[in-house]
């Protein structure tokens, strides 16, 4: 019984969560990067969890990133991958851009 009611409150925990980044979240998936990346494990790219630990407190720098001003931290050697991506996200605006760096770093 106890088990089942702390399911339920963790469960409306990551509903609420994901209901408030459901903008980053959208741009993310629209974008083609859940191609690369994936929220918790290594595929092409660094998994989300990855990038938000390297990122954590540092939601400037990775909108910085994602603007083409500022070098890769996670992974630099792959960035020749990573690098093409930025022109979708560079023509992002700066509402758009804070949604998915609070998205990446839920992670
Ligand atoms: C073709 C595969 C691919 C796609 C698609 C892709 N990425 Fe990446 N991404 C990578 C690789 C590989 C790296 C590791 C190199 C690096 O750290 O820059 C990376 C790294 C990153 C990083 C960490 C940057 C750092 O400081 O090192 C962020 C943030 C990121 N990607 C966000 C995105 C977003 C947002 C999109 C969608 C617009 C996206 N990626 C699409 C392959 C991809």
Redesign the pocket.
Known sequence: MRKQLLAAVLGFGIFAGGAMAADGEAI?KS???S???KPASKS???SLKE?AQ?YKGKEGD?VK??KGEAK?????A??S??KP?LS??KALSDDELKA?ADF?LKH
């Open positions: 993310f974008k083609g990067c191609a690369c990346h092409m790219g660094p990038i390297a990775l990133f994602l890769p931290i996670v992974d630099p792959k960035f991958m990573m991506q979708k996200t998915l990446i």
